[in-house]
Every structure is written in structure tokens, then in C-alpha cells.
């Protein structure tokens, strides 16, 4: 994200990096283009430790989970913004608030849920599920299809409306066209190592079946 913030989508030739995250994470650079990642690391410090307190909730047993967030690989990916552990913090949130009884907490969860499928379209499997298992409480009453059309369909609109419009501040439609183009060329490139990481899967197989020495290294 500090790589698009810096250079923009429409400036940035090096597919097969993050480059093709969307815009969203780029957006916390702008006000602030130092490169030390204090911005990046303090927010998503913040909002891991909201999601622990929402966890929480009167509950005991979550400092194992937030001695994570001064472990070495936790400060790294803060630092470096990565927007999986932002998303991933979104969804913890969302996970602890979707059915709370205060109507401001689910729309904080609501909220939560837009950001992190924002930042990675995982999530929004979560809000799938969430209105699946509505609806297999609905119990007949019609309750399903009105979540559908509200907290669903407001889930939606806030998820393709901060998906979308970060674009207008990194490059525009010209930024938007070389996310897809770095998107399909990132695509290209996992299929290519996933093809390749199976060939190296049945190789060991086959050495294994066989007896076959493999203390030196395949060329």
C-alpha cells in the first residue's frame, strides 16, 4: 500500500507485487507520506485492539491473542500496512458484534465487514454466511428478507462504495485500469507457482515411494 500511495496505480509497472491491493489501504499514506509506517502500525494497533475488546466482552483469556500484536511478524505486517491484518482485525470485529443487542455495535460490525472486504473480498463470504444462518432461523416470519434488504443491502453499498471511490484519489479510472491489469497479472503468477509447487509435490512422492536418495538438491 505505501508503494501505490507513494508512486500511484497508474505510475506503478511491477506486477506480481502488492501492487494490486485495492485502494483503500493507500488512502491512510495520503495525509500523512512519511515512510516509516508509524501510521500504518498505530492504526491497525488500534483497531486489532478494539477487535479484542469486543471479543472480550467481560470475558478473561485474551492476552495470548494480544501478545500477537508485539510479536516480530505482527509489528512487521503493521508496519508494512498490510491490509490482510487489517482485515482480518475487521472481521474479528465483526465476528464479536454481528449479533449484539445494542443496535450501535451491529452497525459498527456492519461497518467493520464493509472495510475489511474492501481491503480483501474474503470477508464478504462472512456476510454470506451471516445471512444464510438467518435464514434458516427465519423460522417462516419474513425476518430473513428484510435483513437482506437492510443491514445486507447496506452492507453491500458501503462495501462497493469504499471498494470504488478510493480509486478517484489513487490515479482515477487510469489507476483502477492498472489494479486490474497488475490484479490479472498477480492471477497469472499463483497459478503458475501453484502449478509448479505440485510438480515439487510429486517429485517427493515419488522419491518417497521409490526409496530414492534425495539428500542433494533437484537442480
Known amino acids: 500500500p505505501r508503494v501505490c500511495a507513494e508512486w500511484g496505480y497508474a505510475n506503478d509497472r511491477q506486477p ?5 491491493y485495492p485502494a483503500l489501504g493507500s488512502l491512510l499514506v495520503k495525509p500523512f507520506p512519511f515512510k516509516s509506517g508509524a501510521w500504518f502500525a498505530g492504526l491497525g494497533a488500534l483497531l486489532w485492539a478494539a477487535a479484542f475488546l469486543a471479543l472480550a466482552d467481560g470475558r478473561k483469556g485474551l492476552l495470548p491473542l494480544a501478545a500477537c500484536l508485539v510479536s516480530a511478524p505482527m509489528v512487521f505486517a503493521l508496519e508494512r500496512g498490510n491490509p490482510i491484518v487489517h482485515a482480518a482485525a475487521a472481521s474479528l470485529l465483526f465476528v464479536a458484534w454481528h449479533d449484539a443487542e445494542a443496535r450501535w455495535k451491529r452497525g459498527v460490525a456492519y461497518v467493520a465487514l464493509a472495510v475489511a472486504a474492501a481491503l480483501k473480498i474474503v470477508p464478504a463470504v462472512l456476510g454470506v454466511l451471516v445471512l444464510g444462518r438467518a435464514r434458516r432461523l427465519d423460522g417462516g416470519t419474513g425476518s430473513w428478507w428484510r ?35 497488475n490484479a490479472a497479472e498477480n492471477a497469472s503468477a499463483y497459478v503458475h507457482s501453484g502449478a509448479w509447487g505440485a510438480v515439487a509435490i510429486g517429485r517427493t512422492a515419488r522419491s518417497v515411494m521409490l526409496h530414492v536418495d ?3 538438491p533437484w537442480p
Do not use: K, M
Not at 506480481?16 to 494490486?20: H, I, V
Not at 462497493?160 to 484519489?169: I, K, Q
Open 147 to 181: 435483513t437482506c434488504r437492510g443491514d445486507g443491502g447496506v452492507l453491500a453499498a458501503l462495501g462497493a462504495l469504499l471498494f470504488f471511490v478510493p480509486f478517484v484519489w489513487c490515479g482515477g479510472c487510469e489507476g483502477f485500469a492498472q489494479w486490474l491489469r
Open 16 to 20: 506480481r507485487r502488492d501492487s494490486c
Open 214 to 216: 534425495v539428500t542433494q
